[in-house]
């Protein structure tokens, strides 16, 4: 028996990739206990940011935290409204300048259909595994939050944004010709971001520990079912996939406190 204030996911890309889970005892590879049965039961919750049992809000903090937490601003969803390059404040200027004044990407990956994306660079494979993305390119490098957010949202004009979590776990996506997909991009391109195009279109192709794709999938909810067993079938993005067709977001459930127990 295990217990676990849950935070997203570990991993490390490799072929297929290993999934961590941390617990208070240390770390579970996740990936050894695919075809075991698992009983997952909701006992509390712990803000992320403030430590306390408190109900949690949203990303894995507490009402007053999420208003309050520099990482969770709103240029963290919408990288175009980071002011650190200004040197504006918005919570926490010693934060967002950390976070939003290092070199960040825009790119395409497909998950449920090609999309464009943003992160850091240091963040890379690291948020396509998150999102469940089994292929990738870079498309941008700029040295900045703020730019990158001006490269998404010109090529969101072009490309969705959002990822179907349900395809994506049923791995139905689409077939795309990245050849084709890059040049595209690179035309919706505003001309001042035209330098800081990655002109090397290699795709990254990443490979997910799974026995057997769902056909249908229901979500998990530790709020509303404090309770569950089932046998683990599968990982992909921050989702732990079960034979029943069940699916558990442990990335949503930050903050969340569970006993886990293997069979």
Not at 106 to 131: C, E, F, M, N
Not at 158 to 165: G, P, R, V
Request: contains cysteine; aromatic residues 10%.
């Amino acid at each position: 028996m295990f217990q676990a204030t849950l935070k997203k996911m570990q991993t490390e890309n490799i072929k297929p990739i290993n999934y961590f889970l941390d617990v208070e005892a240390g770390f579970i590879k996740l990936n050894q206990l695919i075809g075991k049965t698992i009983r997952i039961e909701y006992i509390g919750s712990k803000c992320s940011n403030c430590g306390l049992e408190k109900e949690i809000f949203r990303q894995g903090n507490c009402k007053s935290c999420f208003f309050e937490n520099p990482a969770t601003g709103e240029w963290i969803m919408r990288p175009e409204l980071s002011k650190a390059h200004l040197g504006q404040v918005d919570r926490d200027l010693e934060y967002e300048s950390k976070m939003q004044l290092q070199p960040h990407v825009v790119y395409l990956a497909v998950s449920s259909h090609l999309k464009v994306g943003v992160t850091r660079k240091s963040q890379l494979p690291t948020r396509w595994i998150d999102q469940g993305a089994h292929q990738a390119s870079l498309v941008l490098e700029v040295p900045n939050r703020y730019l990158a957010g001006v490269g998404e949202v010109a090529l969101k004009r072009i490309f969705s944004d959002k990822t179907n979590w349900r395809k994506m776990l049923q791995n139905e996506s689409e077939s795309v010709n990245w050849n084709e997909a890059r040049n595209i991009a690179i035309d919706g391109i505003p001309k001042e971001l035209k330098p800081y195009i990655v002109r090397n279109n290699s795709i990254q192709t990443l490979v997910f520990p799974i026995i057997k794709y769902p056909e249908k999938v229901k979500s998990l909810n530790l709020s509303k079912s404090q309770l569950y067993k089932g046998k683990l079938i599968g990982i992909k993005g921050q989702y732990l996939i079960f034979e029943d067709s069940t699916v558990f977001n442990v990335r949503s459930h930050e903050g969340y406190r569970i006993e886990l127990n293997i069979f």
